[in-house]
C-alpha cells in the first residue's frame, strides 16, 4: 500500500470531519436562540454533507465536505406570551435543533476524526519502521 495515499486519504478525512463538527457545534450554539425580531424564524439546523474528490497526483479518491443543508423540519413552539419575539398567540418559535441528536452526531464526527488520526499514525510508524529496516 502506498503510504501517502494512506496518509491523504486520512488527512481529507480529518478535514472533513473537522468541518462537520463546527457545523454542529454553531447548532449547539444556537439551540436556544429565538428570532430577532417578532415574525421572523428562528436559526434552522445545518446538516453537513460529503463528497468524493479525485485527487490525480495521488490517484486516490478523498473526501470532502459537500453542501451545508438546512434542517426543513418544523420549529418548536413555546407558549411564552411576554417574550419579545412571541406571536400575537403568545407562541415562541425556537430553532429545529435537538441537542441530542446534535451530541450524538458530534461524538460520531469525534470518533472519526480519531480513526483517521490512527491511520496517520499507524502509516507513520510503518514508515519509520520501513526506513530502520533500510538502515540495517
Known sequence: MDFLKSIAIAASGLRAQAGRMRIISENIANA????????????RRKMATFKSEMD?????????????????SDFRLKHEPGHPA??????????NVNSLVEMTDLREAQRSYEANIN???????MIQRTIEILRS
Open 56 to 72: 490525480r497526483t495521488l490517484e486516490a479518491q478523498l473526501v470532502a465536505l459537500g453542501r451545508v443543508r438546512t434542517d426543513q
Open 86 to 95: 412571541a406571536d400575537a398567540n403568545g407562541n415562541v418559535k425556537y430553532p
Open 32 to 43: 436556544d436562540s429565538t428570532a430577532p425580531n417578532q415574525g421572523a424564524e428562528p436559526y
Open 119 to 125: 491511520v496517520i499514525g499507524a502509516s507513520r510508524r
